[in-house]
């Protein structure tokens, strides 16, 4: 049997990691993969990246079943093309991916379904937009409407880091801030509280929930400095308890599959929902992403003890509602190191020295790496995610970073703290 993976990140090696421990796999393809997947036994990369092709090559191969794992070939309508040629895929169409792809319309959708967000507006005219902060006040957040790979959403505590962060998108400087044409950003109001990520399966009516994590947003120890993809989860999140777990299906995820059906574009695939909980209990969705998280899927598949490939052809088939998903007890965490200067301008081309031996209880996920004349070199801002399994979350967070002591390359970063909300409950 043959399966593909679609992306180049460590959430694409998690995903392909996972499915090639399975019996009787004849290959994981990767497209276009990275390093580490091409390290992996039974994994193979290949350098597609275009929809159409990455379909013909499905359809020259005969693979069994495609998953997708970053937002943009979404939002190119990967789903679209390979439905259209009737192979299995799972993952959203182009317009259902516009929950993650338009921050717009899922703010126009949660407030058309009653699902509980923040208040906002929106704004291509940059004059409205100032003048909108300047009412508001700070803190208040602001975020581009398109596609920003995670790093599209400044948390701005100041009214002048408010006023730079509207510039910088409307103009376009903001590394994936806005779609072709008329360019917006959404202003939101600033929750307080504490986030976490909800991620489930859902094949149009049915949903299969994950297990609970937290993702560590912020560059810098204690949450300081700017917002970046991800420094570091861990899986289970403590925060997310029976009752939340419970209220999240009710008024956020279930809504959503709902109204998505309602409005004539059926939502297949991953959806993540990231939560903010307050100290109330209250839960409100800050953001919808077409997609597992990352570095979220990392510690999240370190504890799937069910059968990934079981799971993916449950959704396809629309069958979600007949099965389970079964967790290893344990909790994982993963710390993300990432390259020189990110997450403005990373650094790329260093050499990664000093991966360590890798067992059932911790692996490290490649993200940012690529293979060139033996070595392995740095290839985007977030270069590895050392990944560990423990007890409890303490025992996690020692296993992972004594593993990654040797792991060295030119201006190395990484968070000493991932976990510590855990710990500190």
Request: overall charge negative.
């Amino acid at each position: 049997m043959k399966l593909l993976v679609i992306g180049s990140g460590g959430r694409e090696h998690a995903l392909a990691w996972h499915l090639s421990k399975l019996s009787g796999m004849q290959r994981i393809f990767v497209a276009p993969g990275n390093a580490g997947t091409a390290r992996e036994a039974e994994v193979m990369n290949i350098h597609i990246t275009e929809p159409e092709a990455l379909a013909d090559f499905a359809e020259k191969e005969g693979i069994h079943l495609t998953v997708v794992g970053p937002e943009a070939p979404l939002a190119a309508g990967v789903v679209n093309i390979f439905r259209a040629r009737g192979l299995k895929i799972f993952g959203p169409t182009r317009e259902a991916a516009q929950l993650e792809s338009s921050k717009d319309f899922a703010k126009r959708f949660m407030v058309r379904h009653r699902i509980p967000t923040a208040d906002f507006a929106s704004f291509t005219d940059s004059a409205a937009a100032h003048a909108f902060v300047d009412k508001q006040g700070a803190p208040i957040v602001v975020k581009a409407d398109g596609l920003a790979a995670g790093k599209g959403v400044v948390v701005a505590m100041t009214l002048d880091e408010a006023h730079n962060a509207i510039d910088d998108m409307l103009s376009g400087n903001k590394a994936g801030a806005g779609n072709q044409g008329a360019r917006r950003v959404v202003i939101e109001e600033f929750l307080e509280g504490e986030e976490a990520s909800f991620i489930v399966m859902v094949d149009g009516k049915n949903v299969l929930p994950l297990a609970s994590s937290q993702d560590h947003k912020r560059i810098g120890d204690g949450d300081t400095g700017p917002n970046t993809g991800g420094m570091g989860a861990y899986s289970p999140a403590p925060v997310v308890t029976p009752a939340i777990h419970a209220k999240t299906m009710r008024e956020i995820i279930l809504p959503t599959v709902r109204g998505m059906a309602a409005d004539g574009l059926p939502y297949t695939g991953f959806l993540y929902a990231g939560l903010m909980i307050g100290k109330d209990g209250s839960v409100k969705t800050v953001e919808f992403n077409c997609r597992m998280g990352d570095p979220e899927t990392q510690p999240i598949l370190m504890r799937l003890k069910s059968n990934l490939l079981t799971l993916l052809e449950h959704a396809v088939a629309g069958k979600l509602d007949q099965i389970d998903a079964e967790w290893d007890r344990r909790v994982a965490l993963g710390v993300v190191l990432a390259a020189a200067n990110y997450p403005n301008t990373p650094r790329l081309g260093d050499v990664v020295s000093g991966l360590p031996d890798e067992n059932e209880d911790v692996h490290v996920f490649h993200a940012g790496t690529q293979t060139l004349d033996g070595k392995i070199l740095t290839s985007g801002g977030r270069v590895l995610c050392v990944t560990a399994l423990g007890d409890n979350v303490k025992q996690a967070q020692k296993h992972a970073y004594d593993a990654l002591v040797g792991i060295h390359f030119d201006g190395m970063q990484y968070r000493h703290d991932i976990g510590h909300r855990a710990t500190s409950r």
